[in-house]
């Protein structure tokens, strides 16, 4: 199966416990991803896939969002501090951490625009 949105094959389906989760209440699952830097990334790959291997592809398409989407143009306060973050966070770059503008981004991707629609 693919998903379409990055164009990547997906090798594991997850399934979601049909309980309703507690605040703040400990995962009933954890995955151990590489933590180089690109854990983040990693960890969506891990998600949409079922392995890490297409982080760079993820980070990829999180980067042109960051870059063109007005509402996380609007998140950040607008184009001059977006410039500003760009020069100082710059998200292309192996091993840059996160911050909470890819986690934006992230959010909107997933939920705006159904990025797996297999």
Known sequence: MQCRYFNLTIKHFHRLSSSVPKVLNNPSTTIDIIGDGNCFYR??????TG???????IKKELKKLVRNDDKVIQFIGGQTQMEDYLINN???RNAIWATEVELFAAALLMLDQSPCII
């Open 43 to 48: 960890a969506l790959s891990w998600w949409v």
């Open 51 to 57: 392995d890490e291997d297409s982080h760079t592809i």
């Open 90 to 92: 710059p998200i292309g």
